[in-house]
């Protein structure tokens, strides 16, 4: 299995804070992504990654930012948490090319009071 | 806007017994994926399916790509109860574009 954790597993946090969420690959994959995961919705995608500093919007990006400045690295920011990110969090990873099996990390719980 | 379809939503069966799940997207793409989730857990990738026609096989499941109909198949056969997960399907439309379905909660029954 790809190497890939997130950090932290579980947060809870109030209404308006910022949140930033860590995706860690050992795999050297060039390709990151950040998904929500929702009762009704399956996997959303937020944002991806195809390389050191580039990145572009997924299907649900509105309220949330990214950055990867080394390849093993991806973070997630909640710029001002809502109650509407509460959600489970899934980083995934894949190497090239692109259209490949993605590995996912083990998942964070956010929960936005 | 893309969507992707699975149905049923949830399938409760009889070990043994065979049974199939489908997959319906709305664009044109010749790659789909399915994942396994387990309560609680991350997602385990099945299946990649690159082109039309294409057919896997993995110990109990088969999986099956028609682009032309936009339909993907995961096949059961004989289920155990260690196939009680839930599975996605995937579409990817740009290469880096993932769009999955509600996914199909399975639960085998003895």
């Known amino acids: 299995d790809a190497g890939i954790t997130q950090s932290p597993r579980h947060k809870v946090t109030e209404t308006g804070t910022p949140v930033t969420l860590r995706c860690h690959q050992t795999e050297n994959h060039r390709y990151m992504y950040w998904y929500r995961q929702d009762p009704g919705h399956g996997l959303r995608l937020i944002h991806y990654s195809y390389g050191v500093k580039d990145t572009d919007k997924g299907e649900v990006s509105d309220g949330y930012s990214v950055s990867r400045s080394k390849t093993e690295d991806f973070l997630l920011t909640l710029e001002s948490a809502t109650s509407s990110q509460t959600s489970v969090y899934f980083c995934?990873?894949?190497?090239?090319?692109?259209?490949?099996?993605?590995?996912f990390g083990p998942g964070t719980r956010l929960t936005v009071l | 806007e893309l969507k992707v379809e699975q149905n049923p939503l949830f399938l409760s069966m009889q070990e043994g017994k065979n049974y199939t799940i489908y997959c319906n997207y709305s664009?044109?793409?010749?790659?789909l994926y399915w994942y396994r989730q387990d309560p609680g857990k991350s997602l385990e990738s099945l299946f990649v399916?690159?082109?039309?026609?294409a057919v896997k096989q993995e110990g109990r499941l088969m999986a099956s790509l028609d682009t032309k109909a936009r339909l993907s198949t995961l096949h059961i056969t004989a289920a155990v109860h260690d196939l009680s997960a839930t599975y996605f399907c995937?579409?990817?439309?740009?290469?880096?574009?993932?769009?999955f379905g509600t996914g199909t909660s399975l639960t085998v029954i003895p």
């Open positions: 995937a579409v990817d439309i740009s290469g880096n574009q993932f769009y």
């Open positions: 995934a990873s894949t190497g090239l090319p692109a259209f490949n099996e993605q590995f």
């Open positions: 399916l690159l082109s039309n026609g």
């Open positions: 664009t044109t793409s010749d790659r």
